[in-house]
């Protein structure tokens, strides 16, 4: 097995690890691409039930997400809370212990690229 579907396999089993306790959050990877200064690119797609919340984690790279539907906040440990809705974007530093809730009444649907260091699992949970 080559190196790259190797760790994309990994990646993919560690997201459903972290966030199988959860069936109000549902991610899956559309794509998963190496690209510059040893990263890679990881493209998924994310439900967030009305409710639910995607638990408190971190990632080791950035995550840039674009809210298709629904509205909620982003809770970033150290930043006020941040109230998302359809049409808006938002940026969650590398390393950031962060987590999403639901507070609407239609499922929360993102469209989210992470860019992150290769080798690495996707998320991690955070206490």
């Known amino acids: 097995m080559n190196s790259i579907r190797k760790w994309t396999?990994?990646?993919i089993v560690a997201v459903g690890a972290i966030f199988a306790q959860?069936?109000?959050v549902?991610?899956?990877v559309v794509k998963t691409q190496d690209v510059s200064g040893g990263h890679q690119a990881v493209i998924a797609s994310v439900t967030i039930a009305p409710g639910a919340?995607?638990?408190?984690?971190t990632h080791p790279g950035e995550e840039m997400s674009y809210v298709i539907e629904g509205e909620g906040e982003i809770l970033i440990d150290g930043q006020p809370p941040l109230q998302i809705k359809a049409s808006d974007?938002?940026?969650?530093?590398?390393?950031?212990?962060?987590?999403?809730h639901n507070t609407g009444t239609v499922p929360i649907k993102l469209a989210a690229v992470y860019y992150i260091e290769k080798g690495k699992p996707l998320a991690t949970p955070a206490k």
């Open 26 to 28: 549902k991610r899956t």
């Open 9 to 11: 396999i990994l990646g």
């Open 53 to 57: 919340s995607a638990g408190r984690h």
């Open 89 to 100: 974007g938002f940026v969650v530093p590398a390393g950031a212990i962060h987590d999403a």
């Open 22 to 24: 959860n069936a109000g």
